[in-house]
């Protein structure tokens, strides 16, 4: 009402003005044109036309001072309306800040709220949280000395004055960091689930993250805690990355499989069984400090593809792992290492009938290249493997000492239940000592250094002669520009002296194999039952 009523008011003045400039305009123009005043009606009518483009003009020009004005005492009068809310603790916090405006509004100046983006927060200490509170409570408890404020003391530690404030009068429990929301699960029941996480993945069955989610769901439950989806009866995924944040000692991975057998026969008591029968052998023998009459021997597979590793690629796009064929043809290399670290030719299998022609382009000197059906090892092959060895013994000086070697291997069929092999071992004076079954994977010295440097090598050396050769598969005649410079590179006197340490085969020590080695075996006690065999076959043949 009182907006309409200051309108009216206003353009009774201008109509008033408008009246008084018309009159006034008349008698103007007629007294110029006539030199006296003049009331003809043509006169008249120029007259008015003149003042209609004038009269357009103004009331523009007036409208927009209008509108200025009103702008103006509206702006006013809102910045009244919030100024007159605050209250002169605000006003008082408000101007405290450093950060202010320059205008100043209803005597207190507003501020900018502050953004704690790119700042560390909670840089502070659970040691020096600790130490301030007690010389707080010491204080009030009426000790000695000066008495200081709570906000000189949190600036003594380093430690924010709001922050100390909410520990001190029992709004937050005790020294560590309190930041956003509580977890669902307590901290002590968070500890038990890590507990129970770690007791069932060292005895061979970790748990997956679903698993996790939902027995932190039961826990829960059984407890009484809200926070979790009933719907979906399950622990929520930002729950689990968090609970893996706040716990490092666990972490997401990739489990490796392990057969029941193979985790059962890892059994503490038959190792040590077996290592006292090792150790007895050497020792009857008297080569139990001569490292160049033990040896290990074993096969190994590789493939003329290589094997997809991780790689960095554009987001949102598929990556491709470009290889010759979807699925490689496997070769055998046949190898036997001693403790000291003396590595014979080795044997090649390749599938095929025939050994074709530019099959040994490029091989190390001395190494056997074979055909096999398959490309697997046989007995045939074996035993001929057997006669290259025994052959390298007798034609080094240093081996070639009279004094009887040990050979220590799976028990494979081809190795330990092949006839010919045996009695060529037992007429040179080589005894044949078999590893229980499913424990290689800790006590075979090939397996734990050599072989594993030779494949990860091989994998490399694979991708880049795909690279190189735009995709091409590596056929037989070539073959061998891949093995003989991994070869060499993997079976060096070092990594075979490593495998030998590593396994406790030599230096004999049964201690070396680490005790987690044996934690599977822990999930069932018929690990005397199934590795009967093992130690029939781990016992030394009467060569």
């Known amino acids: 009402m009182h907006g309409s009523l200051c309108m009216m008011g206003h353009l009774k003045q201008v109509t008033l003005f408008l009246v008084k400039r018309v009159i006034g305009s008349l008698y103007m123009i007629t007294f110029l044109a006539y030199g006296r005043p003049c009331y003809d009606i043509k006169y008249i009518l120029v007259s008015i036309n003149c003042l209609k483009v004038y009269f357009v003009v103004f009331c523009c020009c007036s409208m927009a ?71 707080w409570r010491k204080q009030e408890a ?53 507990k129970t996480i770690k007791d069932l993945a060292e005895v061979g069955f970790p748990l997956t993250r679903k698993e996790i989610q939902d027995i932190a769901f039961a826990y829960a439950k059984v407890r009484g805690y809200k926070g ?20 490092p000692d666990v972490s997401l991975k990739k489990a490796e499989n392990l057969s029941v057998a193979r985790s059962m026969c890892m059994n503490k008591t038959q190792v040590s069984k077996w290592f006292e029968a090792y150790e007895d052998l050497l020792k009857r023998l008297g080569i139990r400090d ?93 035993t001929e493997f057997g006669e290259h060895f025994v052959k390298y013994v007798k034609s080094e000086a240093n081996l070639n000492n009279g004094l009887p070697h040990v050979i220590v291997m799976d028990n494979h069929y081809s190795h330990v239940f ?71 590179k993997s079976m060096t006197v070092e990594l075979a002296q490593s495998g030998f340490r590593a396994t406790g085969l030599f230096p004999v020590d049964v201690r070396v194999v680490p005790e987690e080695a044996f934690a599977p075996s822990k999930v069932s006690e018929r690990a005397e039952q199934i590795c009967q065999p093992s130690q029939q076959a781990g016992r030394p043949k009467q060569n």
């Open 142 to 194: 009426g000790a000695g000395g000066e008495r200081l404020s709570l906000r000189t003391i949190g600036r003594a530690w380093s430690i924010p004055y709001e922050t100390l404030r909410r520990r001190v009068y029992g709004r937050v429990q005790g020294y560590e960091s309190a930041s956003g929301r509580p977890t669902v699960l307590k901290e002590c029941d968070e500890v038990e689930l890590v």
């Open 228 to 247: 979790f989806s009933t719907k979906k009866e399950r622990a929520g995924y930002y729950w689990f990355q968090g609970f893996l944040s706040r716990h």
């Open 418 to 488: 092949n006839l010919d092999f045996l009695n060529l071992m037992k007429s040179n004076n080589v005894h044949v000592f078999a590893l229980p079954s499913h424990t290689t994977h800790w006590l075979q010295p090939l397996d734990r250094v050599p072989f594993g440097s030779f494949k990860r090598r091989w994998n490399d050396e694979m991708r880049l002669f795909t690279r190189e050769n735009a995709g091409r598969i590596l056929d037989k005649r070539a073959f061998f520009k891949v093995f003989t410079p991994v070869w060499q």
């Open 290 to 382: 001569m490292p160049r009459q033990i040896w290990n021997l074993d096969e190994s597979g590789v493939q003329n593809i290589h094997k997809a590793d991780q790689v960095v690629g554009a987001v949102g796009c598929p990556t491709y792992n470009m290889t010759a064929v979807e699925r490689g043809e496997t070769s055998t290399v046949l190898a036997v290492i001693s403790a000291f670290g003396d590595i014979p030719p080795p044997m090649v299998i390749h599938k095929g009938r025939n050994i074709g022609k530019g099959w040994k382009d490029g091989a190390p000197y001395g190494t056997l290249v074979r055909a096999s059906q398959n490309g697997w090892i046989n007995k045939e092959l074996f």
């Open 65 to 135: 001072r209008y509108n200025r004005l009103t702008a103006r005492r509206n702006n006013a009068r809102d910045k009244h309306k919030r100024t007159s809310r605050l209250t002169s603790a605000e006003c008082r916090r408000k101007t405290a800040s450093p950060i202010r405006l320059n205008r100043t509004v209803g005597g207190c100046k507003p501020v900018r709220k502050q953004s704690h983006k790119g700042q560390k927060l909670n840089s502070w200490s659970k040691t020096n949280m600790q130490k301030a509170v007690e010389e």
